[in-house]
């Protein structure tokens, strides 16, 4: 068994489900939908702050969801550089 199924048996989740239901979207729609998720997460922590329940499970799935948005938007190294040499001098 790999890490991967590990996870998804380990925790089975509706944040998982949905990354696994469409293999075929483009990157930003995908993003789109990770932002979806994440802003309905919120909500429902914010609920259960405000009733002061446990959010503990919302919070796991929150963090993931942010692991993939970061993994789906870093740069390269090249990128990195090419920005940091190449961008305009708002000061001058």
Not at 37 to 53: F, P, R, S, V, Y
Not at 69 to 86: A, D, E, K, N, P
Request: proline fraction near 1%; glycine fraction near 2%; charge should be positive.
């Amino acid at each position: 068994m790999n890490a991967r199924s590990l996870i998804l048996y380990a925790w089975p989740s509706r944040v998982i489900l949905v990354e696994n239901k469409n293999n075929n979207m483009s990157q930003s729609q995908y993003l789109k939908m990770l932002e979806r998720e994440i802003n309905k997460i919120n909500k429902q922590i914010d609920l259960k702050i405000l009733k002061g329940l446990d959010y503990r499970r919302e919070a796991r799935n929150h963090k993931l969801l942010l692991k993939r948005v970061r993994y789906h938007t870093q740069r390269t190294l090249g990128q990195r550089l090419i920005h940091l040499f190449f961008q305009k001098n708002i000061y001058a």
